[in-house]
Structures are given as C-alpha cells and as structure tokens.
C-alpha cells in the first residue's frame, strides 16, 4: 500500500511541477533563499552542498551565489561508483567544466569527497511532510548515502535540508525503513524545524 500511495504522490508532484512556468520558478527560488538565510548553519558552515535542478526541481542559483558572497564552499553531487546508489560531493564554482552522468545530470570534474564532510546539505524532493519524511524520485540514492544518520539522536553532521515548493507539502506521508528524515524544509513561504514538528 505504501508504495502505491508514493508512486502516486511521485507522478502527482512531479506533474504540477513540471507544469509551473518560468516567473513561477524564480520567485519561489527568491522565497527558498530568504526562507534559508534563517538557518545559522546555511549563513556560516563553510561546506554546503546542493544540486543541480532538473525536471522543475527548485533552481537554487541564488544561493550558490549567496554562498559564494559568503566565501563558502557550494558542492553538487556525483555519483559514486564503488558504491552502487551512493553519491560523493565535489565543489563547484559558476563557470566550472561539468559532465554528464549517466542520468544526463552534470557534475563537477573536481576531486570529489564523502557525505560526511559536508556541513549542510540541501537535497530535492517530490514530497514532503513537516516531520521530515521525504519523498525523492525512487533511485534511493540520498537514503543510501546519508544512511549513518538513520539511528542519530538529536542534530548531526551534515544537516539535512529538503527544499522544495510549498505546495510539495503533505498531511503525513508514508515511510519506508531505509528512509532517512530531514532537519529542516525551506519552501518559498517558510523554514520548517522538523524536530520541532516530530515532537509536537
């Protein structure tokens, strides 16, 4: 039952999202930026790491360069080879030569380094809820690359941070055991405390 509802919720959500035009787009990427900058880690930590939006995902190039601003360290996601659905994360500055993946998604062609050495981490979604349950496109490969932080108790390292539009939202939806719950949620209307909504 749980993945007929989530496949369902996949092809809702990535059909409204992919319906939304260019205005629309630009300005929840202002919103999600001004909803970030509430986040004291975003403003500080020096290695954040991002995507690069694909299939209507919410751009976040007004962050990359707020980080830049900053004289932090902006990272995309590539895949890892020796590990099957796993990423690693190498820096990326405008203009950088990129690949492309095997998903037709570009990556740095940096040195690249673990999950584990990111301070924050801004991943896409589907759909989502304010407890940080997290709905991806299906490939698993943010479950399985943050999977260390399944049994963590309180915050860690990296933080996680699901960004997408408001309208992403839902009531409650349904998990998985591989899933790994998020910190915290900027949509262009609000930064959610997902530990805050848990214990609610």
């Keep these: 039952m749980n993945t007929e509802i989530r496949n369902r919720l996949r092809a809702e959500m990535s059909a409204r999202r992919g319906a939304l035009g260019a205005a629309a787009r630009i300005a929840a990427a202002e919103g999600v930026a001004r909803s970030l900058e509430q986040l004291p880690e975003f403003m500080v930590d020096p290695a954040v790491a991002g995507y690069w939006a694909v299939?209507?995902?919410?751009?976040l190039n007004l962050v990359v360069a707020s980080l830049r601003g900053r004289d932090q360290h902006y990272y995309l996601p590539i895949l890892d080879d020796s590990t099957p659905r796993a990423l690693r994360f190498a820096e990326y500055r405008i203009g950088d030569p990129l690949k492309t993946n095997r998903f037709g998604i570009p990556e740095p062609r940096g040195a690249s380094v673990g999950a584990r050495e990111?301070?924050?981490v801004l991943l896409p979604l589907l759909a989502f809820d304010a407890?940080?349950?997290?709905?991806?496109a299906?490939?698993?490969f943010y479950d399985t690359t943050f999977?260390?932080?399944?049994?963590?108790a309180g915050t860690a390292k990296p933080l996680l941070v699901g960004v997408g539009y408001a309208f992403q939202q839902t009531a409650a939806l349904p998990t998985e055991a591989w899933d790994v719950p998020l910190d915290y949620l900027a949509t262009e209307k609000e930064l959610i405390d997902c530990a805050e909504a848990r214990a609610a």
């Design 138 to 140: 299906g490939g698993g």
């Design 131 to 136: 407890c940080g349950n997290r709905l991806g």
């Design 147 to 152: 999977s260390f932080l399944r049994e963590r």
């Design 118 to 120: 990111m301070d924050v």
């Design 55 to 59: 299939r209507g995902e919410l751009p």
